[in-house]
Protein backbone atom coordinates (compact mmCIF):
# COMPACT_ATOMS: atom_id res chain seq x y z
CA UNK A 1 0.00 0.00 0.00
CA UNK A 2 0.93 3.92 -0.24
CA UNK A 3 1.87 5.87 2.25
CA UNK A 4 -0.81 5.38 5.36
CA UNK A 5 0.77 3.06 7.74
CA UNK A 6 4.39 5.04 7.23
CA UNK A 7 4.75 6.46 10.80
CA UNK A 8 8.36 7.76 10.45
CA UNK A 9 8.86 11.24 10.78
CA UNK A 10 9.47 11.95 6.92
CA UNK A 11 5.88 10.58 6.70
CA UNK A 12 4.53 13.70 9.04
CA UNK A 13 5.83 16.00 6.63
CA UNK A 14 3.31 16.01 4.53
CA UNK A 15 3.98 17.23 0.79
CA UNK A 16 3.12 16.01 -2.91
CA UNK A 17 1.34 12.43 -2.84
CA UNK A 18 0.51 11.27 -6.52
CA UNK A 19 -2.46 11.28 -8.33
CA UNK A 20 -2.64 7.32 -9.01
CA UNK A 21 -2.56 7.44 -4.75
CA UNK A 22 -5.06 9.57 -4.21
CA UNK A 23 -6.94 7.62 -6.40
CA UNK A 24 -6.57 3.91 -4.65
CA UNK A 25 -7.53 5.90 -1.36
CA UNK A 26 -10.53 7.12 -2.63
CA UNK A 27 -11.62 4.22 -3.69
CA UNK A 28 -9.92 2.41 -0.69
CA UNK A 29 -12.67 0.61 1.59
CA UNK A 30 -10.53 -1.62 4.01
CA UNK A 31 -11.36 -0.06 7.30
CA UNK A 32 -7.95 0.11 8.76
CA UNK A 33 -6.45 1.67 5.95
CA UNK A 34 -8.53 4.28 5.93
CA UNK A 35 -8.49 4.84 9.93
CA UNK A 36 -4.48 5.33 9.11
CA UNK A 37 -4.88 7.98 6.01
CA UNK A 38 -7.49 10.02 9.11
CA UNK A 39 -4.66 9.25 11.71
CA UNK A 40 -1.80 10.42 9.38
CA UNK A 41 -3.63 13.68 8.24
CA UNK A 42 -4.28 14.59 11.79
CA UNK A 43 -0.46 13.91 12.58
CA UNK A 44 0.38 16.90 9.69
CA UNK A 45 -2.14 18.96 10.98
CA UNK A 46 -1.02 18.92 14.60
CA UNK A 47 2.42 19.29 13.40
CA UNK A 48 1.73 22.24 10.62
CA UNK A 49 -1.40 23.98 11.98
CA UNK A 50 -1.00 23.21 15.67
CA UNK A 51 -4.47 22.61 17.93
CA UNK A 52 -5.87 25.44 17.65
CA UNK A 53 -9.56 25.82 15.89
CA UNK A 54 -10.07 29.19 13.99
CA UNK A 55 -13.50 30.48 13.63
CA UNK A 56 -14.30 32.53 11.13
CA UNK A 57 -17.67 33.96 11.54
CA UNK A 58 -20.08 33.93 8.13
CA UNK A 59 -22.54 36.32 7.12
CA UNK A 60 -24.36 35.53 4.18
CA UNK A 61 -25.14 38.99 3.10
CA UNK A 62 -27.44 38.90 -0.10
CA UNK A 63 -29.05 35.23 -1.66
CA UNK A 64 -29.64 37.37 -4.61
CA UNK A 65 -27.49 35.95 -7.38
CA UNK A 66 -27.13 36.15 -11.60
CA UNK A 67 -25.53 33.00 -12.39
CA UNK A 68 -27.53 29.69 -13.24
CA UNK A 69 -25.31 26.64 -11.30
CA UNK A 70 -27.08 23.38 -11.67
CA UNK A 71 -26.26 22.67 -8.13
CA UNK A 72 -27.51 25.59 -6.41
CA UNK A 73 -30.34 26.08 -5.09
CA UNK A 74 -29.89 30.18 -5.77
CA UNK A 75 -29.72 29.61 -9.25
CA UNK A 76 -31.11 32.83 -10.94
CA UNK A 77 -33.60 30.12 -12.27
CA UNK A 78 -35.09 28.97 -9.16
CA UNK A 79 -37.96 31.17 -8.79
CA UNK A 80 -39.17 29.60 -5.38
CA UNK A 81 -36.25 31.45 -3.20
CA UNK A 82 -37.55 34.53 -1.24
CA UNK A 83 -34.72 36.83 -2.16
CA UNK A 84 -33.32 39.09 0.30
CA UNK A 85 -29.88 41.52 0.53
CA UNK A 86 -29.03 42.72 4.26
CA UNK A 87 -28.34 46.61 4.82
CA UNK A 88 -24.73 47.75 5.30
CA UNK A 89 -25.82 48.94 8.54
CA UNK A 90 -27.29 45.30 9.25
CA UNK A 91 -24.35 43.68 8.35
CA UNK A 92 -22.29 46.09 10.14
CA UNK A 93 -24.00 45.20 13.28
CA UNK A 94 -23.36 41.82 12.88
CA UNK A 95 -19.50 42.40 12.95
CA UNK A 96 -19.66 44.25 16.36
CA UNK A 97 -21.47 40.84 17.67
CA UNK A 98 -18.63 38.68 16.25
CA UNK A 99 -16.32 40.96 17.85
CA UNK A 100 -17.86 41.10 21.18
CA UNK A 101 -18.03 37.36 20.99
CA UNK A 102 -14.41 37.18 20.18
CA UNK A 103 -14.19 36.35 16.42
CA UNK A 104 -11.31 37.57 14.59
CA UNK A 105 -12.14 36.64 11.05
CA UNK A 106 -15.72 37.95 9.31
CA UNK A 107 -16.56 36.21 5.91
CA UNK A 108 -18.96 38.15 3.69
CA UNK A 109 -20.63 36.13 1.26
CA UNK A 110 -23.40 36.36 -1.32
CA UNK A 111 -24.46 35.14 -4.64
CA UNK A 112 -23.20 37.07 -7.45
CA UNK A 113 -25.39 40.15 -6.94
CA UNK A 114 -24.29 43.02 -8.96
CA UNK A 115 -26.81 45.52 -7.22
CA UNK A 116 -24.07 45.83 -4.51
CA UNK A 117 -21.60 48.45 -6.00
CA UNK A 118 -17.74 47.85 -5.25
CA UNK A 119 -16.94 51.36 -3.86
CA UNK A 120 -19.70 50.50 -1.69
CA UNK A 121 -18.54 47.05 -0.61
CA UNK A 122 -15.15 49.05 -0.21
CA UNK A 123 -16.38 51.31 2.55
CA UNK A 124 -18.00 48.57 4.53
CA UNK A 125 -14.63 46.32 4.24
CA UNK A 126 -12.60 49.49 5.76
CA UNK A 127 -15.38 50.30 8.26
CA UNK A 128 -14.99 46.47 9.47
CA UNK A 129 -11.13 46.74 9.46
CA UNK A 130 -11.83 49.44 11.98
CA UNK A 131 -13.54 46.93 14.39
CA UNK A 132 -9.56 45.29 14.06
CA UNK A 133 -11.56 42.29 12.12
CA UNK A 134 -9.86 40.28 9.78
CA UNK A 135 -12.19 40.28 6.58
CA UNK A 136 -12.88 37.54 4.02
CA UNK A 137 -14.36 38.30 0.99
CA UNK A 138 -16.94 35.19 -0.88
CA UNK A 139 -18.47 37.07 -3.49
CA UNK A 140 -17.51 35.86 -6.63
CA UNK A 141 -16.01 36.68 -9.82
CA UNK A 142 -15.09 39.84 -10.45
CA UNK A 143 -13.09 42.03 -12.72
CA UNK A 144 -8.92 42.60 -11.91
CA UNK A 145 -10.00 46.36 -10.53
CA UNK A 146 -12.69 44.93 -8.82
CA UNK A 147 -10.56 42.68 -6.59
CA UNK A 148 -7.82 45.33 -6.45
CA UNK A 149 -10.24 48.09 -5.05
CA UNK A 150 -11.31 45.68 -2.38
CA UNK A 151 -7.98 44.05 -1.70
CA UNK A 152 -7.05 48.29 -1.35
CA UNK A 153 -9.89 49.18 0.87
CA UNK A 154 -8.32 46.47 3.28
CA UNK A 155 -10.21 43.30 2.81
CA UNK A 156 -7.89 40.57 3.61
CA UNK A 157 -8.87 37.47 2.15
CA UNK A 158 -10.93 35.72 -0.55
CA UNK A 159 -12.96 32.44 -1.37
CA UNK A 160 -13.76 31.30 -4.87
CA UNK A 161 -14.20 27.05 -5.13
CA UNK A 162 -13.73 26.08 -8.72
CA UNK A 163 -15.79 23.20 -7.04
CA UNK A 164 -14.56 20.84 -9.67
CA UNK A 165 -10.65 20.83 -11.90
CA UNK A 166 -12.53 18.99 -15.01
CA UNK A 167 -13.64 21.55 -17.53
CA UNK A 168 -16.11 19.90 -19.45
CA UNK A 169 -17.85 18.94 -15.68
CA UNK A 170 -17.26 22.24 -14.67
CA UNK A 171 -19.00 24.36 -18.07
CA UNK A 172 -21.78 21.83 -17.60
CA UNK A 173 -22.58 22.80 -13.95
CA UNK A 174 -21.93 26.36 -14.62
CA UNK A 175 -23.58 27.19 -18.11
CA UNK A 176 -21.85 30.13 -19.44
CA UNK A 177 -19.13 29.94 -16.93
CA UNK A 178 -15.07 28.06 -17.91
CA UNK A 179 -12.59 26.83 -15.42
CA UNK A 180 -10.19 28.79 -17.58
CA UNK A 181 -11.72 31.86 -16.00
CA UNK A 182 -11.85 30.99 -12.56
CA UNK A 183 -8.31 29.92 -12.27
CA UNK A 184 -7.64 33.68 -13.72
CA UNK A 185 -9.58 35.01 -11.25
CA UNK A 186 -7.82 32.97 -8.60
CA UNK A 187 -4.42 34.02 -9.99
CA UNK A 188 -5.91 37.42 -10.06
CA UNK A 189 -6.36 37.24 -5.92
CA UNK A 190 -2.93 35.43 -5.05
CA UNK A 191 -1.19 38.41 -7.21
CA UNK A 192 -3.47 41.06 -5.44
CA UNK A 193 -1.77 39.23 -2.18
CA UNK A 194 -4.92 38.00 -0.87
CA UNK A 195 -4.46 35.14 1.10
CA UNK A 196 -6.22 33.17 -1.45
CA UNK A 197 -8.86 30.30 -0.77
CA UNK A 198 -10.72 27.61 -3.24
CA UNK A 199 -12.62 23.94 -3.16
CA UNK A 200 -14.18 21.79 -4.44
CA UNK A 201 -17.49 19.43 -4.13
CA UNK A 202 -17.45 15.66 -3.80
CA UNK A 203 -20.11 13.33 -5.35
CA UNK A 204 -20.67 15.71 -8.08
CA UNK A 205 -23.14 13.77 -10.25
CA UNK A 206 -20.43 12.96 -13.65
CA UNK A 207 -17.55 13.55 -11.29
CA UNK A 208 -14.97 10.49 -10.76
CA UNK A 209 -12.49 9.48 -8.19
CA UNK A 210 -9.49 10.73 -10.75
CA UNK A 211 -10.84 13.90 -11.20
CA UNK A 212 -11.48 14.37 -7.59
CA UNK A 213 -7.72 13.50 -7.51
CA UNK A 214 -7.13 15.96 -9.85
CA UNK A 215 -8.60 18.52 -7.62
CA UNK A 216 -6.28 17.55 -4.85
CA UNK A 217 -3.34 17.73 -7.12
CA UNK A 218 -4.61 21.22 -8.33
CA UNK A 219 -4.62 22.56 -5.06
CA UNK A 220 -1.13 21.51 -3.93
CA UNK A 221 -0.07 23.26 -7.28
CA UNK A 222 -2.21 26.49 -6.53
CA UNK A 223 -0.58 27.31 -3.63
CA UNK A 224 -3.38 28.06 -1.78
CA UNK A 225 -3.67 29.55 1.63
CA UNK A 226 -7.50 27.68 2.85
CA UNK A 227 -9.61 25.01 0.95
CA UNK A 228 -13.10 24.21 1.38
CA UNK A 229 -14.29 20.54 0.66
CA UNK A 230 -17.93 19.83 1.15
CA UNK A 231 -20.62 16.79 -0.03
CA UNK A 232 -22.81 17.57 -3.14
CA UNK A 233 -26.35 17.96 -1.87
CA UNK A 234 -29.13 17.76 -4.31
CA UNK A 235 -31.71 20.42 -3.86
CA UNK A 236 -35.11 20.02 -4.36
CA UNK A 237 -35.45 23.29 -6.92
CA UNK A 238 -32.67 22.10 -9.12
CA UNK A 239 -32.28 20.34 -12.14
CA UNK A 240 -30.22 17.86 -9.44
CA UNK A 241 -32.58 17.43 -7.46
CA UNK A 242 -32.54 13.60 -8.14
CA UNK A 243 -28.65 13.07 -8.44
CA UNK A 244 -27.32 10.82 -5.49
CA UNK A 245 -26.08 13.14 -2.62
CA UNK A 246 -22.08 12.66 -1.81
CA UNK A 247 -20.91 11.00 1.06
CA UNK A 248 -19.09 12.05 4.31
CA UNK A 249 -16.64 9.30 3.96
CA UNK A 250 -15.71 10.36 0.51
CA UNK A 251 -15.16 14.37 1.93
CA UNK A 252 -13.45 13.07 4.79
CA UNK A 253 -10.90 10.97 2.64
CA UNK A 254 -10.39 14.31 0.18
CA UNK A 255 -9.62 16.68 3.44
CA UNK A 256 -6.56 14.09 4.74
CA UNK A 257 -5.43 13.52 1.15
CA UNK A 258 -5.20 17.87 1.08
CA UNK A 259 -3.82 18.39 4.72
CA UNK A 260 -1.55 15.57 3.32
CA UNK A 261 -0.66 17.37 0.22
CA UNK A 262 -0.55 20.76 1.10
CA UNK A 263 0.46 20.51 4.83
CA UNK A 264 -0.09 23.68 6.32
CA UNK A 265 -3.36 25.66 4.68
CA UNK A 266 -6.47 26.18 6.64
CA UNK A 267 -8.98 23.82 5.91
CA UNK A 268 -12.52 24.16 6.75
CA UNK A 269 -15.45 21.37 8.52
CA UNK A 270 -17.68 23.20 6.62
CA UNK A 271 -21.11 23.36 7.21
CA UNK A 272 -22.01 20.82 4.47
CA UNK A 273 -20.46 17.76 5.93
CA UNK A 274 -22.12 18.97 9.05
CA UNK A 275 -25.28 18.70 7.12
CA UNK A 276 -25.33 14.92 5.91
CA UNK A 277 -24.03 13.96 9.49
CA UNK A 278 -24.42 15.29 12.59
CA UNK A 279 -20.73 14.76 13.45
CA UNK A 280 -19.31 15.47 10.38
CA UNK A 281 -17.70 18.52 11.36
CA UNK A 282 -16.01 17.15 14.16
CA UNK A 283 -15.06 13.98 12.24
CA UNK A 284 -13.76 16.67 9.62
CA UNK A 285 -11.67 17.90 12.64
CA UNK A 286 -10.29 14.61 13.32
CA UNK A 287 -8.62 14.38 9.96
CA UNK A 288 -7.10 17.62 8.78
CA UNK A 289 -9.90 20.26 9.67
CA UNK A 290 -8.46 23.51 11.61
CA UNK A 291 -11.13 26.06 10.70
CA UNK A 292 -15.01 26.79 11.79
CA UNK A 293 -16.98 28.91 10.46
CA UNK A 294 -20.40 29.58 12.69
CA UNK A 295 -23.04 30.96 11.07
CA UNK A 296 -23.68 34.82 12.32
CA UNK A 297 -26.35 35.33 9.56
CA UNK A 298 -29.70 36.84 11.58
CA UNK A 299 -31.91 33.85 11.61
CA UNK A 300 -34.56 35.38 9.32
CA UNK A 301 -32.32 35.22 6.20
CA UNK A 302 -29.80 32.16 7.24
CA UNK A 303 -32.97 29.75 6.03
CA UNK A 304 -33.28 31.95 3.09
CA UNK A 305 -29.22 31.26 2.36
CA UNK A 306 -30.15 27.77 1.01
CA UNK A 307 -27.57 26.92 -1.55
CA UNK A 308 -28.39 23.20 -0.48
CA UNK A 309 -31.64 22.35 1.98
CA UNK A 310 -31.25 21.68 5.45
CA UNK A 311 -28.44 23.40 6.61
CA UNK A 312 -27.03 22.34 9.66
CA UNK A 313 -26.49 25.90 11.24
CA UNK A 314 -29.98 26.89 11.01
CA UNK A 315 -30.63 25.81 14.45
CA UNK A 316 -26.85 26.46 15.69
CA UNK A 317 -28.41 30.15 16.92
CA UNK A 318 -27.03 29.14 20.33
CA UNK A 319 -23.23 29.66 18.93
CA UNK A 320 -24.17 33.52 20.47
CA UNK A 321 -24.42 32.25 23.59
CA UNK A 322 -20.43 30.74 22.34
CA UNK A 323 -21.61 27.04 23.49
CA UNK A 324 -22.13 24.57 20.53
CA UNK A 325 -19.05 24.94 18.67
CA UNK A 326 -16.74 25.62 21.46
CA UNK A 327 -18.52 22.45 23.42
CA UNK A 328 -17.53 20.25 19.98
CA UNK A 329 -13.81 21.94 19.80
CA UNK A 330 -12.93 20.72 23.22
CA UNK A 331 -14.67 17.36 22.90
CA UNK A 332 -12.34 16.23 20.80
CA UNK A 333 -9.08 17.84 23.11
CA UNK A 334 -8.26 21.10 20.50
CA UNK A 335 -9.15 24.59 21.72
CA UNK A 336 -10.58 28.20 19.94
CA UNK A 337 -7.58 29.50 18.52
CA UNK A 338 -7.10 33.33 19.70
CA UNK A 339 -5.09 34.34 16.95
CA UNK A 340 -6.55 35.74 13.26
CA UNK A 341 -5.18 32.61 11.95
CA UNK A 342 -3.53 33.85 9.06
CA UNK A 343 -1.54 30.42 6.77
CA UNK A 344 1.91 32.55 6.96
CA UNK A 345 1.69 33.92 10.76
CA UNK A 346 -0.41 37.28 11.73
CA UNK A 347 0.03 40.34 10.03
S1 LIG B 1 -23.03 28.46 -6.64
FE1 LIG B 1 -22.67 30.65 -6.28
S2 LIG B 1 -22.53 31.54 -8.35
FE2 LIG B 1 -23.54 29.54 -8.58
S3 LIG B 1 -25.76 29.98 -8.49
FE3 LIG B 1 -25.07 29.47 -6.39
S4 LIG B 1 -24.60 31.40 -5.39
FE4 LIG B 1 -24.68 31.75 -7.62
Known amino acids: MPFAEDRSSEAEKGGPVTQKDIVRYLLEHDRSVVTSLFARADRVRSRFVGSGVHLRGLIEFSNYCCQDCLYCGLRRSNRRVKRYRMLYAQIFDVCRQAKALGIK ?48 AGADRY ?54 ADDICLFGKLDLDMIGIGPFIPHPHTPLAKARPGSLELVLKAIALTRIMTSDTNIPATTAAGTIDPRGREKALRCGANVLMPNMTPPPYRRLYEIYPDKVCINEGEFSRGAYLARMIRRIGRTISSDYGYRKGDR
Open 159 to 212: LLRFETSDPKLYASLRPGRTLAQRLRCLSWLHKLGYETGSGMMTGLPGQTAGSI
Open 105 to 152: TIVLQSGEDRRYRVRDLCGLVTDIKKLGLAVTLSIGELSYAQYRQLRL
